[in-house]
C-alpha cells in the first residue's frame, strides 16, 4: 500500500469545515442560558453574576474603607466598604492572566506580575493589566451585602 497525499482541494475542504463546526459550536455557546442571571455583562468572562439576593457578607464584616476577600459563587472576589451603608464587588481575577489578587494595604495587589487596583472601586491603579478588576452587582439589603 502507498501512503496518499492530500491534495490541496481536500486540504481547504476540510479547513472550511473544521472553520464551521467551530464557528458553529461558538454561536451555539452564545445562544446558551444563563440560568435567570441579570443580563448585566462582564469584561473578562472569569466573574459571573451569582444568583440575585445571595449572601456575600455580612456589612460590618468589611470596615468602612477598607476591602476584604470572599468568595462569590464559588468564585474568588473583593468586598469593599466606601462607607458605612454601601459596599462594592469585584472579581478579585486580575485581568492581566487570571492571578488572584487580594487587599494588601490600601490597594488590591497581584501577587504574579505586581498589578494594583483601587481597594473601594477596583479601578486599574498600576499595570500591567490595562483594565480594572470586573464588577459583581451587590447591594446592602438590612445587615448583608447581597448579590444584585
Same mark, same amino acid.
Given at each position: 500500500?502507498?501512503?496518499? +497525499? /492530500? $491534495?490541496?482541494?481536500? !486540504?481547504? @475542504? @476540510?479547513?472550511?469545515? !473544521?472553520? %464551521? ?11 446558551? +442560558? ?6 448585566? +455583562?462582564?469584561?473578562? %468572562? +472569569?466573574?459571573?453574576?451569582? #444568583?440575585?439576593?445571595? $449572601?456575600?457578607? =455580612?456589612l460590618?464584616?468589611? /470596615? &468602612? ?6 468568595? &462569590?459563587?464559588? *468564585? ?5 466598604r #466606601?462607607?458605612?451603608? @454601601? ?5 478579585? &481575577? ?7 489578587? =487580594? ?7 497581584? #501577587? ?8 473601594? $472601586?477596583?479601578?486599574?491603579? *498600576? ?7 470586573? /464588577?459583581? #452587582?451587590?447591594?446592602?439589603?438590612g445587615?448583608?451585602?447581597? $448579590?444584585?
Amino acid at each position: 500500500m502507498t501512503a496518499h +497525499s /492530500p $491534495t490541496r482541494r481536500t !486540504v481547504l @475542504t @476540510t479547513g472550511v469545515a !473544521v472553520a %464551521g463546526a467551530a464557528a458553529g459550536t461558538v454561536v451555539l455557546a452564545a445562544c446558551g +442560558s444563563d440560568s435567570g442571571t441579570s443580563g448585566s +455583562s462582564q469584561n473578562t %468572562g +472569569s466573574a459571573t453574576a451569582a #444568583p440575585f439576593g445571595t $449572601t456575600v457578607a =455580612a456589612l460590618n464584616d468589611v /470596615p &468602612v474603607g477598607q476591602a476584604k476577600s470572599v468568595t &462569590v459563587d464559588g *468564585k474568588p472576589a473583593i468586598l469593599a466598604r #466606601p462607607t458605612e451603608t @454601601t459596599a462594592a464587588c469585584f472579581s478579585a &481575577v486580575c485581568p492581566h492572566q487570571g492571578a488572584t489578587v =487580594a487587599p494588601e494595604g490600601d490597594a488590591i495587589k497581584c #501577587p504574579l506580575h505586581g498589578s494594583q487596583f483601587d481597594t473601594l $472601586t477596583g479601578a486599574l491603579e *498600576k499595570g500591567p493589566a490595562d483594565t480594572g478588576l470586573t /464588577p459583581i #452587582p451587590v447591594k446592602v439589603e438590612g445587615q448583608n451585602v447581597v $448579590t444584585a
